[in-house]
């Protein structure tokens, strides 16, 4: 069993940054960031396996950046230039297997911590 706490959520203008911290209870070998807004599906925004290798949805590439520190067991997103879409809650999701982007292949799941983007 792993447990995920999620950290450093908050409110930002347009074009703001904020960086979210995923806090594992264990090792995984594959870490996401999903996010959900309401009335939305909950959809992935990037992955990144025990190697590092990382997959960006369309929508946050070039702005946010995954990275996690083995060692620590911390996962990190730094988001940057983000816009009002970009508001919702936000999960952090582990797996022991390398997968992609759907949140069906995670196993664990964090309680998430809201992002809120205003114009």
């Known amino acids: 069993q792993v447990q995920l706490v999620e950290s450093g959520g908050g409110s930002v203008q347009a074009g703001g940054s904020l960086r979210l911290s995923c806090a594992a209870s264990g090792n995984t070998g594959c870490m996401g960031w999903f996010r959900q807004a309401p009335g939305n599906e909950r959809e992935g925004v990037v992955g990144?396996?025990?190697?590092?290798?990382?997959k960006y949805a369309d929508s946050v590439k070039g702005r946010f950046t995954i990275s996690r520190d083995n060692a620590k067991k911390i996962l990190y997103l730094q988001m940057n230039s983000l816009k009002p879409e970009d508001s919702a809650m936000y999960y952090c999701?582990?797996?022991?297997?390398?997968?992609?982007?759907?949140?069906?292949?995670?196993?664990?799941w964090g309680q998430g911590t809201q992002v809120t983007v205003s114009s």
């Open positions: 990144i396996q025990w190697s590092g290798s990382t």
């Open positions: 999701a582990a797996s022991y297997i390398p997968v992609g982007l759907t949140p069906s292949e995670y196993k664990y």
